[in-house]
């Protein structure tokens, strides 16, 4: 029974209370609402009210696992800090520092937004000879994920003129199928050590917050990756490039990238610029 519970608390959190509210007059984010105060209330079955009622459940809302509340959303500052970042042409470690304090970013980038977030590593060891950028920790219906992300420049281009990966975007991928390697030959013992990883870092809510944190306790990121079979071969490990602009590709070019990213060519990697993450931010607050 725990585990139904577990299992449906976070889902309702999922569809319920995941996003805040964003209004297009004032273009900033608002708390999330009372949903049911959207709606005209109907006479209806109890049984039927009983169900809706358990939905919107206030006390969902107001728990431990409500995650969105603690995460910084994304500013106006924010904006302007990273498109400075990107007007100056700053070095890699400079994006690093900025997605490390505005992490709200880099769940945005993972193809799976939408599940229940647990948390951010950076500087995840793969194995005893790599390390990614950062991880992402997600759990839904979907199954447990670690989301591997590699941080390229903006400025870096994506393809050469005969529309083939630029050595930059080729060091990146060649990075990611070392790290896939690795984890195919151990894959278990890789998902048991970054678990324990995250655990070992602060609540985000923590004043010794720097970079890497859990949104929940350490018993709840264990009951729930068991709940949703994470430590077995159900775990998803995708991974993610953070290179160059869509507003610097030409046509053929994107026409490149939409065929890179096609799940059919490539099911556990994706390529994503830094124009689509930052939109993904602002547009409405939603995924």
């Known amino acids: 029974m725990r585990a139904v519970?577990?299992?449906?608390?976070?889902?309702?959190?999922?569809?319920?209370?995941?996003?805040?509210?964003?209004?297009?007059?004032?273009?900033?984010?608002?708390?999330?609402?009372?949903?049911?105060?959207?709606?005209?209330?109907?006479?209806?079955?109890?049984?039927?009210?009983?169900?809706?009622?358990?939905?919107?459940?206030?006390?969902?809302?107001?728990?431990?696992?409500?995650?969105?509340k603690n995460l910084p959303i994304p500013t106006h500052e924010s904006l302007i800090e990273v498109a400075t970042l990107i007007h100056q042409d700053k070095k890699e470690e400079d994006f690093q520092r900025f997605f490390s304090k505005n992490p709200t970013f880099l769940f945005k980038a993972i193809p799976s937004?939408?599940?229940t977030n647990l948390g951010v590593v950076t500087k995840l060891p793969v194995g005893n000879s790599f390390i990614s950028d950062f991880a992402v920790f997600t759990l839904g219906q979907g199954g447990c994920k670690i989301t591997l992300i590699e941080i390229e420049k903006p400025s870096d281009r994506l393809f050469t003129k005969k529309l083939i990966p630029s050595q930059k975007l080729n060091t990146a991928l060649g990075q990611i199928t070392e790290w896939t390697e690795w984890i195919q030959a151990s894959k278990l013992t890789f998902i048991r050590d970054s678990i324990e990883t995250l655990k070992r870092t602060t609540k985000i809510d923590s004043k010794d917050f720097k970079g890497s944190f859990k949104t929940i306790e350490n018993k709840d990121i264990e009951f729930g990756w068991n709940a949703f079979h994470g430590f077995s071969d159900f775990c998803i490990i995708t991974s993610v490039v953070i290179i160059g602009r869509w507003s610097d590709l030409n046509e053929n070019e994107r026409k490149r990238l939409l065929f890179l990213n096609n799940p059919q060519n490539s099911p556990n990697r994706q390529i994503r610029t830094y124009d689509q993450i930052i939109r993904k931010c602002y547009d409405k607050q939603t995924p």
Do not use: A
């Open 5 to 68: 519970w577990f299992i449906g608390k976070f889902e309702l959190l999922l569809n319920c209370t995941k996003h805040p509210i964003y209004s297009p007059k004032s273009r900033t984010p608002q708390e999330p609402q009372n949903v049911m105060r959207n709606f005209k209330m109907k006479k209806t079955e109890p049984e039927i009210q009983n169900i809706i009622n358990e939905i919107f459940d206030k006390s969902l809302s107001e728990n431990s696992h409500d995650w969105h």
């Open 113 to 115: 937004y939408g599940d």
